[in-house]
T-cell receptor, first 112, second 113 residues
Framework: EAAVTQSPRNKVAVTGGKVTLSCNQT?????MYWYRQDTGHGLRLIHY???????EKGDIPDGYKASRPSQENFSLILELATPSQTSVYFC???????????FGPGTRLTVL | GDSVTQTEGPVTLSEGTSLTVNCSYE??????LFWYVQYPGEGPQLLFK?????EKGSNRGFEATYNKEATSFHLQKASVQESDSAVYYC????????????FGTGTRLQVLP
């Protein structure tokens, strides 16, 4: 059974609209991450969290917010979506001791 | 800052031939190094990690040695299979003081039957 799930798997949004991407993990990991994946850039860290109630800025946080209401859930929020945010987004959870990250299946977001 | 540079793809090989994907890293700290693999339609998954300099990691026939002097962590496989077709990411965790991981840009491998 998948330990990191993401919803929706595909999303089409309009420019200026609000988009929320959701992530749920059953690994009981403290750390969670949001990445975007683009050709030529690989995986780039947007926001991450050390536990419920905490969020930290990653390397490319502009235009994104994050929310960690519980150990299991971590959301990525685009308040005013732009076409440049068209990408594939991956959520991951991580064990701070083991350093391995476990990724979800990804969400393909298209902003028109 | 911390960074990873790896072979640009795509790399196309025939089944049974050998693979090398180059990876170089920059950091002033004491990193743990990783190789992740991403199959089509899936998220990345850990192939293996090496936390200590001059040690080797391996899994599924792939291997890489953490070369601290050369700041390299090249991925190798002696004989690739069509099922190895995927994107391979080199990555580093700069130190034990952070839970962030820096990924390379990825190398797409296509293995022809």
């Amino acid at each position: 059974e998948a330990a990191v799930t993401q919803s929706p798997r595909n999303k089409v949004a309009v420019t200026g609209g609000k988009v929320t991407l959701s992530c749920n993990q059953t690994n009981n990991h403290n750390n969670m991450y949001w990445y975007r994946q683009d050709t030529g850039h690989g995986l780039r860290l947007i926001h991450y969290s050390y536990g419920a109630g905490s969020t930290e800025k990653g390397d490319i946080p502009d235009g994104y917010k994050a929310s960690r209401p519980s150990q299991e859930n971590f959301s990525l929020i685009l308040e005013l979506a732009t076409p440049s945010q068209t990408s594939v987004y991956f959520c991951a959870s991580g064990d701070g001791d083991n350093y391995e990250q476990y990724f979800g299946p990804g969400t393909r977001l298209t902003v028109l | 800052g911390d960074s990873v540079t790896q072979t640009e793809g795509p790399v196309t090989l025939s089944e049974g031939t050998s693979l090398t994907v180059n990876c170089s890293y920059e950091t002033k700290q004491y990193p743990t190094l990783f190789w992740y693999v991403q199959y089509p339609g899936e998220g990345p998954q850990l192939l293996f990690k090496v936390p200590k300099a001059n040690e080797k990691g391996s899994n599924r026939g792939f291997e890489a040695t953490y070369n601290k002097e050369a700041t390299s962590f090249h991925l190798q496989k002696a004989s690739v299979q069509e099922s190895d077709s995927a994107v391979y990411y080199c990555a580093l965790r700069p130190s034990s003081n952070t839970n962030k991981v820096v990924f390379g840009t990825g190398t797409r491998l296509q293995v022809l039957p």
